[in-house]
């Protein structure tokens, strides 16, 4: 079984609705290639097959339920390789253009089931092009208790006391009690961890922005902010580390953004080995998170850019009002050749 190209169909396990979508493009190219397809009498090691044999990191079964509100109904459920996810914020966004696109309508309404909340999406198709978008659920913000910090950031090749700041953290190697907590800044020549060999010990000090957070709508992640893009480049994690700290404190994984810009433009990289993706072409439930997060500073729309360290250039904006996050991307999705 082989998956090929945007929104091309092919037959799984004799299911001709497995669809190969390409969700949050940008500029109508890229994005993250996610398999759709109907859902059925899968076994939960088949359903674990299907990201690999597609070519994608997560999967999405569709299954119909009863109508509402005069709106079709559909529930959703995500899998990567490894296991099922409580949610999928990119997976969402390629299954509303698989429904649309199966519907053949050029606005489409909806009402998705994931987790156990109902909630809206919608999708304006343009031929094989569509914009589609639905509304978030809660997000759960806090600061990182102690220890968090100090077992992630190294991993990411962000020692925390480069922050420069009166309450920087030292770091706290795996395997080590977490006593130190926040500690007095570290003098000129700060404790290090072992380096791994071809990866700086931190990058430059500077590089790690005050604002730090644990995000959740589900299952909570790291929100970690850098200075620029160049900083969120220049980033290459021990990912064998990354996930023995996230398994550690039950993190999904880190979600790496850039400052923003005035207009709320944001380049972002997720890293979650712990659920076998090591790096997200596109991460649409933590662009939630983040959205949340600087609408308390007074941002309330952004774009967020992804993937374009895999080659794969992805975009997904948010809106936050009233405290509802909107999420949105682009989809590309076409019907079968005959």
């Known amino acids: 079984m082989a998956f090929s190209g945007y929104g091309r169909r092919v037959v799984f ?22 398999a759709v397809l109907d859902d059925g009498p899968f076994g939960e090691d088949v359903r674990r097959r299907v990201p690999g044999e597609a070519g994608a990191s997560h999967a999405v079964f569709v299954s119909p339920c009863p109508a509402q509100d005069g709106l079709p ?3 959703l459920r995500f899998f990567t390789s490894e296991r099922e996810l409580p949610s999928c914020g990119h997976g969402t966004v390629a299954a509303l253009g698989y429904l649309a696109a199966r519907a053949g309508t050029d606005a489409y309404r909806v009402l998705l089931r994931v987790a ?12 094989s092009y569509a914009e589609v978008g639905f509304a978030y ?3 759960e913000l806090r600061e990182p208790a102690a220890g968090e910090s100090e077992l992630v950031l190294p991993a990411l090749g962000l020692a925390p006391y480069t922050l420069g700041r009166p309450e920087a953290l030292r770091p706290n190697p795996l395997g080590q009690p977490d006593t130190l907590g926040r500690q007095e800044a570290p003098g000129p020549n700060p404790p290090r961890q072992p380096d791994t060999p071809g990866r700086p010990d931190a990058l430059a000090p500077g590089t790690l922005r005050p604002g730090v957070r644990v995000a959740s709508v589900g299952r909570p992640r790291l929100l970690v902010p850098v200075a620029s893009r160049s900083d969120l480049a220049a980033l290459a994690p021990d990912m064998e580390r990354l996930r023995a700290a996230c398994d550690r404190l039950g993190l999904l994984g880190c979600y790496v953004y850039s400052a923003p810009s005035p207009s709320g433009r944001v380049a972002a990289r997720m890293f979650a080995p712990s659920i076998g993706v090591p790096e997200d072409i596109a991460n649409a439930n933590s662009t939630a998170c983040l959205a949340a997060h600087l609408a308390g500073r007074g941002i309330g729309r952004i774009a967020v850019d992804m993937g374009d360290s895999l080659g794969s250039p992805a975009t997904i904006s948010a809106t936050t009002r009233d405290g509802v996050v909107r999420l949105g991307g682009g989809v590309l999705i076409t019907r079968p050749r005959p």
């Open 116 to 127: 156990g909340r109902t909630f809206p999406g919608w999708a304006e198709r343009k031929g």
């Open 73 to 75: 109904v559909f529930s």
């Open 13 to 34: 396990f004799g299911d001709p609705s497995a669809t190969l979508v390409h969700a949050c493009v940008r500029d109508g190219r890229g994005g993250s290639p996610t």
């Open 137 to 139: 659920g809660p997000v």
